[in-house]
């Protein structure tokens, strides 16, 4: 896809890597970049347009889709990280949250762009996954159960929306140096780094995008004996 052709929506766009989708994509020669974010006002990015939009809040879906009809390019980016444990007393209400947001929110904003990108000729949608779309970390349970779901969200994606031409790409990585994993003092790869590795994907013809060698890594550990599912890495 050329990127110059494109119209984009960036979704949890007001800072952290959505901001650094946002910056690449509008210094690729976007031509235009709608950066979406629950709170407008703190979207301060030269050259973008703010967006209202809640993603698990479907009456704002409803009219970003209405108000940004000529989007030829989706990247669902926005998301929430709670710690959580599954047999934790919060357990259950924290795993409802995530997937709240991280899976029903991006099926929501899918659903309804969907339409909008068959009308545009088809285009690219992209889901911002992670590592921990395969593994699980015990302190982080709901959170890596709502990556996984969005991972098969990303696959069964991909499936449906193949006849009308629109490319789906999952992205992967591990520990990004943003907000979210401000607490991990393990290495980190840069938003821009990210971001700019989906440029290249976007205007490739990939289908996946693994940002870092620790999700290189372990995805290739999934075929292992035994794989790195079935334990906790020391990450």
Request: with cysteine.
């Amino acid at each position: 896809m050329k990127i110059e052709d494109a119209v984009v929506l960036v979704t949890g766009a007001n800072r952290g890597l959505g901001g650094a989708f946002v910056r690449a994509l509008i210094k690729a020669g976007a031509r235009k970049v709608y950066a979406a974010s629950r709170d407008p006002s703190k979207v301060d990015i030269e050259g973008a347009i703010p967006v209202r939009l809640d993603i698990a809040n479907e009456v704002e879906v409803a009219a970003a889709a209405e108000q940004c009809a000529d989007v030829n390019l989706l990247v669902n980016n926005a998301g929430i990280g709670l710690p959580s444990a599954f047999l934790a007393e919060d357990g259950v209400q924290k795993a409802r949250a995530l997937l709240e947001t991280n899976f029903f929110g991006t099926l929501l904003v899918s659903r309804a762009f969907a339409p909008v990108l068959k009308r545009n000729g088809g285009g690219v949608l992209v889901n911002m996954l992670s590592v921990t779309s395969w593994i699980n970390l015990p302190t982080s349970s709901g959170y890596c159960a709502s990556k996984t779901a969005g991972w098969a969200l990303t696959n069964g994606l991909r499936n449906e929306l193949r006849s009308q031409g629109t490319r789906v790409i999952g992205v992967h990585a591990g520990f990004i140096d943003t907000d979210m994993a401000k607490h991990v003092s393990l290495p980190k790869i840069s938003s821009e780094s990210v971001a700019a590795q989906v440029v290249d994907a976007i205007r490739g013809d990939a289908e996946e995008v693994f940002a870092d060698e620790l999700s290189r890594q372990v995805k290739a550990g999934l075929s292992a004996n035994p794989g790195v599912y079935l334990r906790a890495p020391a990450l």
